[in-house]
Antibody, heavy 119, light 110 residues
Framework: EVQLVQSGAEVKKPGESLKISCKGSGYSFTTYWIGWVRQMPGKGLEWMGIIYPGDSDTRYSPSFQGQVTISADKSISTAYLQWSSLKASDTAMYYC????????????WGQGTLVTVSS | QSALTQPASVSGSPGQSITISCTGTSSDVGGYNFVSWYQQHPGKAPKLMIYDVSNRPSGVSNRFSGSKSGNTASLTISGLQAEDEADYYCSSYTSSSTYVFGTGTKVTVL
């Protein structure tokens, strides 16, 4: 069974750093893309970027380029989303999502990680 | 790149058909047949309903169908049921080698 299991909810202060994770299981982690999607409270879905764990090829949506870093450790089948300095506006639910091939749809989603940034 | 444009809300009575539009540009919807539709119930992760404009994944009801004309894609739900009440998002691959979502549509079953 394909599963994407994300790390737990986080509460952070502005200016702090954070790295959240998404562990894939039940499939070959290195041969599927993993994307990250933001959903701010009461708002819509936003594509942040996508990574191919097999060779770490990473693509960022223009709005998120330079704002976050997406990475993956294929030895432990885990993808990451990280911030170096959080802002209150980073408060959101973050989903990881599996994509079969670039251009294709998301076929599996993680359960989401809620990040709250507040002083 | 800007979000694809969807109507904020669409409603219908049980048994009726509704259609949700998703308008982009030639750099996304109009340029590729890689449009997907997702259903999201409150507090849940999205679920894939349609991919590659008009294909249904296994397990998705045939009451859901998709199409595209020019820069606008559409999702039609026929035989509307109470369980279809949810938010719906379109998504397209883009010329920037990434993806963009639509603004989202709240479907209400009257």
């Amino acid at each position: 069974e394909v599963q994407l299991v994300q790390s737990g909810a986080e509460v952070k202060k502005p200016g702090e750093s954070l790295k959240i994770s998404c562990k894939g299981s039940g499939y070959s982690f290195t041969t599927y893309w993993i994307g990250w999607v933001r959903q701010m409270p009461g708002k819509g879905l936003e594509w942040m970027g996508i990574i191919y764990p097999g060779d770490s090829d990473t693509r960022y949506s223009p709005s998120f380029q330079g704002q976050v870093t997406i990475s993956a450790d294929k030895s432990i089948s885990t993808a990451y989303l990280q911030w170096s300095s959080l802002k209150a506006s980073d408060t959101a639910m973050y989903y990881c999502a599996r994509v079969d091939e670039l251009r294709g749809p998301v076929d599996y989603w993680g359960q989401g990680t809620l990040v709250t940034v507040s002083s | 790149q800007s979000a694809l444009t969807q109507p904020a809300s669409v409603s219908g009575s049980p048994g009726q058909s509704i259609t949700i539009s998703c308008t982009g540009t030639s750099s996304d919807v109009g340029g590729y047949n890689f449009v997907s539709w997702y259903q999201q119930h409150p507090g849940k992760a999205p679920k894939l309903m349609i991919y590659d404009v008009s294909n249904r994944p296994s397990g998705v009801s045939n009451r859901f169908s998709g199409s595209k004309s020019g820069n606008t894609a559409s999702l039609t739900i026929s035989g509307l049921q109470a369980e279809d009440e949810a938010d719906y998002y379109c998504s397209s691959y883009t010329s920037s080698s990434t993806y963009v979502f639509g603004t989202g549509t709240k479907v209400t079953v009257l």
